[in-house]
C-alpha cells in the first residue's frame, strides 16, 4: 500500500504524541554525545581514529581495505556519508554560499578535520538512537514504562557517552546488537519466522563492524528454549528450521558488511598479522582458568564500575541475587524469564571479555544493554513500593550518579586538553626557532611537526641529563629535574591530557 506524503506525516505524528517521552530522552541522550566532538582539533590523539578515517577514506580507490583487524561495515557506511557530505560541498561552491558555511561551520573545507568530525558525529547519533532498540526491547519482554526506565539508563552511561564522541567501532556494534536483543524479545513473544531471520541479520551486521558482537548469536538459542513454558510445546523441526534460517541471516549480514571476507578469504584467514581477522583472537590473548575466575570477580570493582557510573553495576548485581532468592524460594515473579535471559546474558558477556588477557573498558560494551535493562526493570519494582518518597529518592541516587559522570565526560572533552595548551603556548612565540627542544614521550610529536625547530631532539629518559640552552619538555617525569628552572606547566586536574612542564636548560 502506497501512502502519500500526508498519510506519512499524519502517522508521524502519531507516533510522536505516543512517544514522546522516548523522543525527550532521545534528545538528552544526543545532547549529551555531541558536546565534545571537536575534542583535540586540530590534532588526533585517539591511536585508532585515524585508522578507521583512513580506511574509510580509501574505499575510493579500493573497495577492498585489505585488511581484516576489523570487518569493514562501519567503513562503507562512514564513505557512504563521505560522498554525501562531498556532494552537498560541491553544490555549496556551485551555489556561491562557501563563506556563508564555512562562517556558520569552519571545519567545513578542512580535510582531513571534517571527515573525523562527520565520524564522530555519525557515532554520537548511533549511540542515541541505541535507546529506540533498548526501549523496545524493555517493552516486549516486560513492559513499555521498563522500556522507558531502560532508555533513560543507558543513555546516562558515563563510559558509552564518553566513546560515543569518538570515530571508533564500538558504539556501531552496540547499535546493531540492541536491534538483535529487540527482534530476540520479539521471539520470545511470538516465535515469528521473520524475527528470527531479522535477529540473525543484525547480529551478522554486529560482527561485520567488530568481530565480538558475533558471540551475541547466542541470544537466539537461549531465548528460543526460555520461551517454552511447557516440554509438549517444543516442536523440533520449527526449531531447526528457525535456527537455520537466523544463521543464515547472520552470515548474509556479515557478508553485507564485509564482502571481502569472502572474496580476499585467503588474507581474512591470516592469524599472523594484523590484515587477517584470526590475528585479532590471537592479540587479545587468554588467561587460565583461575586467572580468568579472579579477573572476572576483579571487574565489579575496577575499571567497568567506574565506565557504569557505579550504582548501574550494583543494582545489576543486586538484581542477579533477587532472581537467584526467587527461584531457590519457588516464589513466583512477573517477568521471572525475561529477567533471567537479560542477567545471563549480561554475565555471559562479563565473563567472557574477563578471561582476556588484555582487558579494554570498550570490550565489555556489548554487555551495557543487558545492564541498562536490569536498572529499568528495578526501577519499575521500586517504582511500586508502597513508600513513594523512598523509591524516587533511591531512583534519583541511581540515576543521578551516571548522569553526573557522564555530564563531567562530555564536560572533559568539550574544554582544550593539556596538549592543545601546551599548543597554543608555542603558538604565542615563547620558544624561538633556533632553541634547543628536547622532549621525552611521544606523546608530544604531533605537537611539535606543526612547527619547524631547528634543534628538535627527543629523549626516552634522562639517565645523562641533557646539557646546553634551550628547553626541557617532560610529561609525567618522575625524576629529580629541581636543577632547572621550571617555566611552565600544564597539569590535568580537571581536563584531560597528559602532565606537561618545561624547563629551561642553561
Not at 23 to 52: C, K, N, Q, Y
Not at 305 to 330: H, M, N, P, Q, S
Amino acid at each position: 500500500m502506497v501512502l502519500n506524503f500526508g498519510e506519512y506525516m499524519e502517522r508521524l505524528k502519531i507516533f510522536l504524541l505516543t512517544h514522546n517521552k522516548l523522543l525527550a530522552v532521545l534528545i538528552f541522550a544526543l545532547a549529551l554525545r555531541i558536546v565534545g566532538l571537536t575534542h583535540g582539533f586540530p590534532f588526533i590523539f585517539h591511536p585508532d581514529e585515524p585508522s578507521v578515517i583512513r580506511s574509510a577514506l580509501g574505499i575510493r580507490f579500493d573497495p577492498n581495505p585489505d585488511h581484516f583487524d576489523w570487518p569493514h561495515l562501519h567503513f562503507y557506511l562512514n564513505f557512504l556519508l563521505y560522498g554525501i557530505f562531498v556532494k552537498f560541498r560541491g553544490l555549496l561552491q556551485l551555489l556561491g554560499l562557501q563563506e556563508i558555511f564555512e562562517y556558520i561551520f569552519p571545519y567545513m573545507w578542512r580535510d582531513p578535520l571534517v571527515f573525523y568530525y562527520i565520524s564522530r558525529l555519525f557515532n554520537a547519533v548511533l549511540g542515541a538512537l541505541t535507546i529506540v532498540p533498548l526501549y523496545l526491547a524493555g517493552s516486549t519482554l516486560f513492559n513499555k514504562r521498563v522500556g522507558l526506565y531502560t532508555a533513560i539508563a543507558f543513555a546516562v552511561i558515563p563510559f558509552h557517552v564518553w566513546v560515543s564522541q569518538y570515530a571508533l567501532i564500538d558504539v556501531p556494534m552496540v547499535f546493531w546488537v540492541s536491534w538483535s536483543l529487540y527482534f530476540c524479545a520479539r521471539i520470545y513473544t511470538a516465535k515469528q519466522l521473520k524475527d528470527y531471520v531479522l535477529a540473525g541479520l543484525f547480529i551478522g551486521f554486529a560482527a561485520s563492524t567488530k568481530y565480538n558482537g558475533g558471540l551475541l548469536a547466542l541470544m537466539v538459542p537461549f531465548i528460543h528454549f526460555l520461551s517454552y513454558k511447557h516440554l509438549h510445546e517444543f516442536n523440533l523441526y520449527k526449531t531447526f528450521k528457525s535456527f537455520v534460517l537466523s544463521g543464515l541471516g547472520a552470515v548474509l549480514g556479515f557478508f553485507i558488511g564485509t564482502p571481502y571476507a569472502f572474496i580476499d578469504y585467503e588474507t581474512f584467514l591470516i592469524s599472523d598479522s594484523p590484515k587477517g581477522a584470526l590475528w585479532q583472537f590471537r592479540n587479545v590473548g587468554s588467561v587460565t582458568f583461575l586467572e580468568h575466575l579472579g579477573q572476572f570477580v576483579a571487574t565489579f570493582t575496577t575499571t567497568i564500575i567506574d565506565d557504569l557510573g557505579y550504582t548501574f553495576l550494583i543494582i545489576f548485581v543486586l538484581c542477579a541475587f533477587y532472581i537467584i532468592y526467587k527461584l531457590l524460594t519457588r516464589k513466583n515473579t512477573v517477568y521471572a524469564r525475561s529477567l533471567i535471559f537479560v542477567l545471563i546474558m549480561g554475565m555471559f558477556m562479563l565473563y567472557y571479555v574477563s578471561g582476556f588477557s588484555r582487558i579494554r573498558s570498550h570490550y565489555f560494551m556489548p554487555a551495557y544493554p543487558f545492564i541498562a535493562l536490569s536498572v529499568g526493570y528495578v526501577t519499575y519494582l521500586l517504582l511500586q513500593f508502597k513508600h513513594r518518597f523512598l523509591s524516587i529518592f533511591v531512583i534519583t541516587i541511581i540515576y543521578f550518579i551516571p548522569f553526573v559522570l557522564s555530564a563531567y565526560n562530555s564536560y572533559q572533552l568539550r574544554v582544550p586538553e593539556t596538549r592543545l595548551l601546551f599548543y597554543n603556548w608555542l603558538e604565542q612565540g615563547h620558544i624561538q626557532k633556533d632553541d634547543l627542544i628536547v622532549y621525552d614521550t611521544s606523546n608530544m610529536s604531533q605537537i611539535f611537526k606543526k612547527f619547524t625547530f631547528d634543534h628538535l631532539k627527543k629523549k626516552s629518559s634522562f639517565n645523562k641529563f641533557p646539557s646546553g640552552t634551550g628547553y626541557l619538555i617532560t610529561t609525567d617525569f618522575e625524576d629529580d629535574l629541581s636543577v632547572y628552572s621550571p617555566v611552565v606547566q600544564f597539569l590535568p586536574q580537571y581536563i584531560p591530557g597528559p602532565a606537561i612542564k618545561v624547563y629551561r636548560l642553561e
